[in-house]
C-alpha cells in the first residue's frame, strides 16, 4: 500500500480565499518551558485544502455531524486537463469518466496548484460550466476534488458551480496538490473532515491510497 499526500501544510500566513479570515497557528506551550507542547489554530473552515457540503449553500442541509465517513472514502479516477486551452472545464472534458465502473471521486487535475503561495493562485484557474457540473452529478458520485480554490470564478457572487454540486449531494474538494502522482484510476481517495457540528466546510488531510 502506498499513501500519496494530496494536502498543503496548514501554517500562518498560508493563502486564504480573498476576503476570508487568514489563518494563525500559534504554539502556545513548549516542552522545554511547559513539559509539553500545545498549537491554538484560527482559521475558517475553508481554509487550505478542505471539503465543501451541501450545506455551505443550502439552509437546510445537514451538517458534517450528520454525515459517515464513507461520504468522504472511495474509489477515484483523475482527469488530466492540464492541457486545457480555454478558461472553463465542459462536459466533453470529462467524457472518460462515464467510461470508469465503480467510480466514487472524480480529481479534476489542472496543473494550478503549482501556483499555491502566489499571487497567480486565485486568478485564471479553469472553472467548471453548469453542464459539466450536472455532468458530474449525473455520475452518481460521492464527490469532486480540484487542485484549484473553487469551481467558481472569484468573483462569482450566485455560485451556480457550488449550487449545482451540491444539490446533488457531491463534496466538494478543493486546493489539492500533488495530483501528478496519483494513476489515473484505481485508489482509493480519501477526504476525512472533522465532524463539525452543523459544520458547512473542514479542512481535510487529503490522501490517495494505491495497493
Known sequence: ?????????????????????????????????????????????????????????????????????????GWGAVVDLTGLDKPFIDQADLARLGDIEALDFAILRTGHDQHWKTDRYFKDYPTLTETACRYLGGLQLKGIGLDTPSPDPVESTDLKAHKVLLDYGLAVVENLCNLDQLPSENFIFCCLPLRIRDGEASPVRAVGITF
Open 1 to 73: 500500500m502506498h499513501v500519496i499526500d494530496l494536502s498543503h501544510i496548514i501554517q500562518t500566513g498560508m493563502p486564504v480565499y480573498p476576503g476570508d479570515e487568514k489563518a494563525n497557528i500559534r504554539r502556545t506551550h513548549f516542552v522545554n518551558r511547559d513539559g509539553f507542547a500545545q498549537t491554538s489554530l484560527t482559521l475558517n473552515s475553508h481554509a487550505g485544502t478542505h471539503v465543501d457540503i451541501a450545506a455551505h449553500v443550502y439552509a437546510d442541509a445537514p451538517g458534517l455531524d450528520s454525515l459517515g465517513p464513507d461520504n468522504f472514502t
